[in-house]
């Protein structure tokens, strides 16, 4: 079965920096895209970006770029998103998601999600 | 960006009935809209894509419409098990935005 397993909540002071991962199994982790989504009480959801697992290829939310960075290491089906400089503002529960994508049908869609890990920014 | 609007922010309804959310975009998305439930300390799930297709395992008392700026999710019989804050998506335009949601809670 398709599963996501994040990394733990982190606790880090401002100006720090993040890395939370995102390990993918029971498919194909070249096959589908993984998409980051930030949520807050305030602001909702959020769609930070998404990485091309196959290739590497990044897009970002122009929000996120220089705040959230995108990689990945096909060889443990594991997906990272390092945030950086961060602020109060960048406390929240972020996502990873399974992202499906077909051009000819229209579908762009996220049919997997991460159980969430919460980043609280504080001193 | 794509601005969506749900309505309403909380719905109140009893064990059986019709449901209906609504979603409406700030310009025209074309069906491009997704629907998503998330319940109480759980991740966002998938239930509707491209405004009308239900996800895999989803219960068919699920459904989705809609064209244009203006769509609709209904639960046709509303469970307990329901309860739950639904998303929006729109994915017509990068980045893909969602709405603020709509909880829907038991009467």
């Known amino acids: 079965q398709v599963q996501l397993q994040q990394s733990g909540a982190e606790l880090a002071k401002p100006g720090s920096s993040v890395k939370i991962s995102c390990k993918a199994s029971?498919?194909?982790?070249?096959?589908?895209?993984i998409s980051w989504i930030k949520q807050t009480t305030g602001q909702g959801l959020e769609y930070i970006g998404y990485?091309?697992?196959?290739?590497?290829?990044?897009n970002y939310n122009e929000k996120f770029k220089g705040k959230a960075t995108l990689t990945v290491d096909k060889s443990s089906s594991t997906a990272f998103m390092q945030l950086s400089s961060l602020t109060p503002d960048d406390s929240a529960v972020y996502y990873c998601?399974?992202?499906?994508?077909?051009?000819?049908?229209?579908?762009?869609?996220?049919?997997?999600w991460g159980p969430g890990t919460m980043v609280t920014v504080s001193s | 960006d794509i601005q969506m609007t749900q309505s309403p922010s909380l719905l109140s309804a009893s064990v059986g009935d019709r449901v209906t959310l609504s979603c409406k975009a700030s310009?025209?998305?074309?069906?491009?809209l997704n629907w998503y439930q998330q319940k109480l300390g759980e991740a966002p799930k998938l239930l509707i894509y491209?405004?009308?297709s239900l996800q895999t395992g989803i219960p068919s008392r699920f459904s989705g419409s809609g064209s244009g700026t203006d769509y609709t999710l209904t639960i046709s019989s509303l469970q307990p098990e329901d309860v739950a804050t639904y998303f929006c998506?729109?994915?017509?335009?990068?980045?893909?935005?969602f709405g603020a949601g709509t909880k829907l809670e038991l009467k």
């Open positions: 029971g498919y194909t982790f070249t096959s589908y895209y």
């Open positions: 310009q025209n998305i074309y069906k491009y």
């Open positions: 998601a399974r992202n499906y994508y077909s051009g000819e049908r229209g579908y762009w869609y996220f049919d997997f």
């Open positions: 998506q729109q994915y017509n335009s990068w980045p893909g935005t």
């Open positions: 491209y405004t009308n």
């Open positions: 990485i091309n697992t196959g290739s590497g290829g990044t």
